[in-house]
């Protein structure tokens, strides 16, 4: 498949909706009588996470997001069915759940009820979706400096969780998620350099510092940026800064890219494209300093970044940072949510045609037997033997079908429609710069 280059001023381009469709084909086939869907319904196939039904990774939160953004692309009623079904099992599934952060657990299980509740006019939804974030609350203990859950302060950890709060907060109008949130957030303001923890992941030397987005400084930073947006205390901006100090002066600078090392000091050349440690979260970072703060450097930074990425070789060209992988987490999907985002953000004709090239290597590399579209991948970089296709969210097809669907609403043009975003996700829910939103006023 290739992205229609031949369409008229303002014709949405269809490719990139006709990948969705199929992912959705495929996802489908995963479906189980309970109303989850398998990690991987391939014939001896298997995933490349633990079985995790209720994730954002692997589960049926991140899938109900996509089929509710897949019916409101397409107009068609049978993914709205998709996504019932996945609610009625989260529903009944969510107190089985211990594990409260946002990507793995009960936070991410959390905010899929209130979008799906929100976008669905369902009460019930929105009832269980309250219920399961009062577990949260319920789960805070006291620790140095304020209430937390892990001690982590990282996205992957207690950061996570503090913006599923903030998400639920504003969607279900419970005042009492956000106080929390603040709480516990407002402890990272506390580290001299927000998000440094040692000795706290796997596969890394216990030394070793991780300036990147789910584990590192980068996504603790945007953390404490989002909470002074919400509060206006100027501590945690202080905080956030220092943080995005750190970045950039570990950061590898030419002209007018930049990019981020996996880790320091001893993986300072190793240099990480995607979400989780790479270009694409640390970008969100400087992006959601910009807009609390709006300081045109941190702009500016955010697109050193993203030219760090175009000027790489990828997608074309296989890189350490950018390996064979797909996904969101780590892959193409994600860069196609930076590129989407930027185009909204400044309306750089450049940065959307990047997507559309990151778009059509997806479309290419999709794999069909008849059954719908998937994307084999090397999920772990370390383990370049072990390739699998999976459904979910972060780390599989729905992902990368809601990537598409991000891609294909930034070229509607004037009829951008609303996307669903993650609480991680700072660029604007409309794709479309503000000149061409204006004829929508």
């Known amino acids: 498949m290739s992205l229609d280059r031949a369409r008229s001023a303002g014709e949405p381009a269809q490719a990139p909706l006709r990948v969705a469709i199929g992912a959705a084909r495929w996802i489908r086939s995963a479906a189980a009588d309970d109303g989850r869907w398998l990690a991987n319904p391939d014939a001896r196939g ?59 657990g009960l936070s991410g299980i959390a905010v899929a009820l209130c979008e799906a509740g ?72 506390l580290q001299a350099v927000p998000g440094h923890r040692f000795g706290d992941c796997p596969g890394l030397p216990v030394d070793a510092v991780t300036p990147g987005f789910l584990a590192g400084t980068a996504g603790t930073a945007f953390l404490l940026a989002r909470l002074y947006g919400v509060t206006g205390e100027a501590r945690l901006l202080e905080a956030a800064r220092r943080g995005a100090g750190f970045v950039r002066a570990v950061s590898v600078v030419r002209g007018g890219s930049a990019l981020v090392p996996h880790h320091v000091p001893q993986g300072r050349g190793l240099h990480y494209l995607g979400f989780c440690s790479g270009s694409a979260g640390v970008a969100r970072m400087f992006y959601e300093l910009y807009r609390v703060a709006e300081d045109p450097g941190d702009l500016d930074w955010a697109e050193r970044l993203a030219a760090g990425v175009m000027v790489s070789g990828a997608p074309g060209r296989r890189v350490p940072g950018l390996w064979d992988t797909a996904c969101q987490c780590c892959g193409v999907a994600g860069l196609v949510e930076l590129f989407v985002g930027l185009w909204a953000v400044t309306g750089r004709r450049a940065y959307r045609d990047f997507a559309e090239v990151l778009g059509a290597e997806l479309a290419g590399r999709a794999s069909d037997d008849g059954g719908g579209l998937r994307w084999y991948q090397a999920y772990r970089r370390l383990r370049p033997g072990e390739v699998s296709a999976d459904t979910g969210y972060m780390a599989g097809a729905a992902g990368i079908g809601a990537a598409l669907l991000h891609l294909e609403a930034a070229l509607r043009g004037e009829r951008a429609r609303r996307v669903v975003l993650l609480p991680d996700n700072p660029f604007p829910e409309i794709p479309a710069p503000a000149g061409v939103l204006r004829g929508l006023e």
């Open 46 to 104: 298997r995933s490349a996470l633990a079985p995790e039904p209720a994730s954002l990774y692997a589960g049926a939160p991140g899938i109900v997001l996509f089929f509710l953004e897949l019916a409101a692309a397409t107009g068609e009623e049978e993914y709205l069915r998709d996504a019932r079904a996945g609610c009625r099992y989260l529903v009944s599934a969510w107190r089985e759940v211990t594990d409260v952060t946002f990507h793995h």
């Open 118 to 189: 929100w976008a669905l006019g369902d009460g019930v939804l929105e009832e269980a979706a309250a219920a399961a974030m009062d577990r949260v609350v319920r789960a805070a203990r006291p620790m140095p400096g304020g209430p937390g859950w892990s001690g982590d302060p990282a996205q992957r950890g207690d950061g996570g969780v503090v913006l599923a709060l903030l998400r639920a907060a504003s969607m279900l109008g419970v005042p009492a998620f956000a106080e929390l949130a603040v709480e516990a957030g407002a402890r990272a303001a």
